[in-house]
């Protein structure tokens, strides 16, 4: 899972698999979730993020994955 925030357009975008996208369906204003060909959520496209997530912090708790931070 990748989690990449774009501020010139303020953005972000929660990619949750390497699959391509082909099929996207908005279920609230400004928030489209992407699927793969199967009909499985590939992700998650949230416009204008900054006023609907908290974006200065983020919380992983119980994750049984290996984490890799990079900041810009």
């Known amino acids: 899972m990748k989690l990449n925030y774009y501020p010139e357009t303020d953005s972000l975008y929660i990619d949750l698999s390497e699959k391509p996208s082909i099929d996207s369906k908005e279920i609230s204003e400004g928030i489209v979730l992407d699927y793969d060909a ?33 900041s810009s």
Do not use: W, Y
């Open 38 to 70: 199967e009909g499985n959520l590939v992700g998650i496209d949230i416009d204008n993020a900054s006023k609907k997530v908290h974006l200065k912090e983020l919380t992983l708790s119980k994750l049984p994955a290996n984490i890799d931070a990079v």
